[in-house]
C-alpha cells in the first residue's frame, strides 16, 4: 500500500505551524468553542471607517428572527451589486459580532459591493436545514428590499469560507430549484461539499493542530443528527445535475482534508459547461489566514479571489 502523499508547508508559514497547539474537538466543548474562535477573530485587525454599517434582523422561515449586518463602501452612491456573505465554523460557529464581519467589509471596500452577512442559526442546536434556510430567507430579503439597499438584483453573488462555501454551493443549488432570486456568481472557499469525505486529502491530512478527517466527520455527525437520506443541499456533492449553475470561484489549500472533494466539484461543475475558476494555495492548511493574516501568502490569496470577485460583478 502507498503512503498518501503529503503537502509540505509552505516556507512562510512553517514556523507558524510549529508553534500551533493540537485542536480540541470542535463539539467537545461547543461553547468553549465558539469563545475561542471569537478570541482569534479579535485578534486581527478591525477598521470600519470606510463602510457604512446597518446592523438588523429579519423574519426567519421558522417564526424565528435572523441576526443580518449590511455593509456598504462609504461615499458611493448609485446601485452597487450585492454579496451574501456567508461564515464558516463547521456549520457551528464562526459568527462575527455585528458590524464586525471583516471579510464582507473587506468585500464592501474591495470589491465595491453591499455585502451583507447572515448569523444563521448553529448546529448542534439547529441542524440541518435550519442554516442553509436561513441563508436562503436572507437571499430573498435582499432581492425584496433591492431598492432601498441601493442593489441590482442583476448581480448578487454568494461566497463563503469553509462550511460557508458549503452553503454557498447548497444556496446555489436550492434557489435552482426554487426558481430563487438569480445568483449571479458563487464564490466557493475551502468548501464544505461531501459529508461522504472519501478522498485522499482526507485520509491524508491528519495532523491534529489544523482541520483533518476526524473533524469533518464528527462536523457532519452533529450537522446532519437525524437526517436519514442525505439532500443535495446538505452535500451538494451528491447533486447529479450541477447544469445551469452560477459561475464559479473555488479556492483551496494544499494542507486541507477538504482540497480533493471541492476541487472534485470544481471539475463536474466544469463538466456541466459552468464557467469555473480554480486556485490553490500552495503549502497551506484550512483557515491559515486567521494565523498568518501578516504574510505575503495570506495577502496574495485575499487579494486573489477579492480581485475575481470584483470582476465577475463589475467587468
Known sequence: MT??????????????????????????DIEATRRNFRAVLDRLPLDTSRVEIRNL????????????????????TGTLPAVLHIHGGSFAFG????????????????????AVSVDYR??????????????YATLEWMAAHAAELGIDTDRIAVTGKSAGGGLTAAMALLTRYRRGPAIAYQSLMIPTTDDRHDTESGRSITDPRILNDTDMRQTYRYYLRGTTDVPVYASP???????GLPPAFVLVCDMDPLRDEALDYARRLMDAGVPVTVRNVPGAWHLFELHAARTRLARTMIRGWLTDLRSALHD
Open 57 to 76: 434582523e429579519i423574519d426567519g422561515p421558522d417564526g424565528n428572527k435572523i441576526p443580518v449586518s449590511v455593509y456598504r463602501p462609504k461615499g458611493v
Open 122 to 135: 448553529l448546529a448542534p442546536e439547529h441542524p440541518y436545514p435550519a442554516g442553509l434556510e436561513d441563508c
Open 3 to 28: 503512503t498518501p502523499n503529503v503537502p509540505a508547508v509552505h516556507p512562510e508559514l512553517a514556523e507558524i505551524l510549529a508553534n500551533l497547539p493540537h485542536r480540541p474537538g470542535t463539539f467537545t
Open 95 to 114: 459568527a462575527s459580532l455585528p458590524g464586525e464581519d471583516r471579510t464582507a467589509i473587506e468585500i464592501a471596500e474591495v470589491v465595491g459591493a453591499v
Open 237 to 243: 456533492a451528491r447533486a447529479t445535475d450541477l447544469s
